[in-house]
């Protein structure tokens, strides 16, 4: 029969009261005191700046190439493989070999390959080569080894903008994979967009190398931060991988604004060892190719802490220091596509996405009403409650909502109503087939709960699609889609349930379905 346990109804009021009362925190102008939860807004609604960047991964497949040359080498020598003019043409490697099937088997040999490892998720090598005029060889990546190479590049790539955007203290930006080379950067209520555009522009690779005009390893001609050309050794003594952090200062002596870091124990290691040995010598700290400083090493630093100083504004050595504590990335980021929405726009947005689920919120009421009377009251206030329960569930998630999520809310209001139908629908035939009214009504919703499972289900179904494969707005739209479908079942099969049950209790509601 109709009839809830008093512990089904004291959960009832839990749920509904607990999930709700987050919606209210949206309401507050201020800080909120207790709780800081709010439902964040997207770039179309609260304006902000939107990025397409695209890796350029032509450098590192260079790099990556002559990364292959001395083992190579090693392989050629270790089984007296005789080679000649070897050298390195932009991607590629070219040399001349006269036993060139040895070579072969050697080159694609699956047993401790350290020249041309074996890709198993591609069942394919990683280099491949073929032959030039005379005995002439080019070696060369694979069509999978570069799709490896820039795989690799990508997912560390968005990694570290993922990293570097946090610092900034950027909220809920939208950061996704683009094709094979370009990652997506959505950043909602962003006011400085060009600070951002040369953070994400800096590849951030730092080194530390002796200055020094006669090197074995060969010497690269550099300008300092004063506009002094100096020759440094290519010999890297430390790079930024032995960073565990960094952070601005004050430099108590000249009030000059500095970047404190500290370095990991094998970093330690080799920077006491390379400032013990080079005492009286300059180390130049050079950062994507430019010389920041050139400090005398005055004494061995062994205690694994450093610090950088140059001439930087206070906001220059924050931004550098963020990029040292985010890392390095593989290969240059370049814009490709940039907007800005503005915040009058975004208010515009939220305006016009308020007014459409107003009017189609006091539309689906009177409708309710007029076609169903008491019973349409009924289901009006299980409405209130989804709307109530779906942004506090939204709240609590501190999701993002944007215009496809309020076209989300507005498809919710249609679903909850069309529940709601069902139940009333059934009840009424139920009635109309001779049973009492309370019978009538346990029967109804009984017959509408695997309807309405049914039909929600299908529609979830499609909502996860929706969240696994769109993006953004898409995704947006799906989360309060199914959120939506999760509230509005709980408001039609437990709330309105549950406000019939109390009605009955002290009225006679015969007369409600005397009428068709």
């Keep these: 029969m109709l009839n809830f346990s008093k512990i ?91 036993d060139l099937d040895k070579f072969e088997l050697l080159f694609y040999s699956k047993k401790e390959n350290l020249v041309n490892p074996y890709i198993d998720n591609y069942r394919s090598f990683e280099l491949d080569y073929k032959k030039l005029d005379e005995n002439y060889i080019e070696v060369m990546f694979s069509k ?24 900034v203290g950027t909220k809920e930006p939208t950061i996704l994979q683009r094709g094979e080379k370009r990652i997506l950067v959505e950043l909602p209520g962003l006011k400085d967009p060009e600070r951002i555009k040369k953070l994400l522009g800096k590849t951030a690779q730092l080194n530390f190398r002796l200055v020094s005009d006669n090197s074995e390893f060969g010497v690269d001609k550099l300008i300092s931060e004063n506009g002094e050309t100096l020759e440094i050794s290519k010999r890297i003594v430390m ?51 430019k010389i920041i400083s050139a400090p005398n090493i005055n004494e061995p630093i062994t205690s694994g802490k450093g610090m950088i100083s140059g001439n930087f504004t206070f906001q220059e050595a924050t931004d550098l220091a963020l990029l040292l504590r985010s890392g390095a990335l593989p290969t240059p980021l370049e814009v490709v596509e940039e907007r800005t929405v503005g915040p009058d726009l975004g208010e515009d947005s939220i305006k016009s996405g308020i007014t459409s689920l107003a009017v189609g919120f006091v539309l689906v009421i009177l409708f309710m009403f007029y076609k169903y009377k008491l019973f349409g009251l009924v289901a009006n206030i299980a409405l209130i409650a989804n709307l109530l329960m779906l942004v506090g569930i939204l709240t609590i998630l501190e999701a993002t909502l944007t215009l496809p999520g309020i076209a989300g809310i507005i498809l919710t209001v249609g679903m909850a109503v069309d529940a709601n139908v069902l139940i009333f629908e059934r009840i009424k035939e139920e009635f109309n087939s001779g049973r009492n009214i309370l019978d009538a009504i346990e029967a109804g919703f009984q017959r509408a709960i695997s309807t309405i499972i049914d039909a929600n289900l299908t529609t979830l179904f ?17 989360v309060t889609l199914m959120i939506g479908i999760a509230t509005s079942m709980f408001t039609a099969i437990v709330i309105t349930k549950y406000i019939v049950f109390l009605y009955s209790k002290k009225k006679n509601i015969n007369s409600v379905f005397l009428q068709d």
């Design 8 to 98: 089904n109804i004291f959960f009832i009021y839990l749920i509904f009261f607990l999930i709700s009362i987050f919606s209210i925190l949206n309401l507050q102008f201020h800080d909120n005191k207790i709780l800081d939860k709010k439902v964040n807004l997207g770039l179309d609604l609260q304006g902000g700046s939107y990025l397409l960047l695209e890796i350029n991964s032509d450098s590192l497949v260079e790099e990556k190439i002559q990364s292959k040359v001395i083992p190579l080498k090693k392989l050629l020598k270790d089984n007296n493989l005789e080679y000649r003019n070897f050298k390195i043409n932009n991607n590629s490697l070219v040399f001349s070999l006269k």
């Design 144 to 167: 999978f080894g570069l799709l490896t190479i820039n795989n690799s590049a990508l997912r560390q790539s968005i990694e570290i903008v993922r990293r570097r955007i946090d610092d």
């Design 239 to 289: 790079s930024g991988e032995n960073l565990i952090d960094a952070q601005p200062s004050i430099q108590n002596q000249k009030n000059e604004p500095t970047v404190s870091f500290t370095l990991d124990r094998l970093g330690a290691q080799k920077f006491g060892r390379a400032t013990s040995d080079n005492v009286g010598k300059r180390l130049a700290i050079v950062l994507d190719g």
């Design 462 to 478: 499609a909502a996860l699609a929706l969240f696994s494969f769109g993006s953004g707005p898409i995704k947006g739209f799906s």
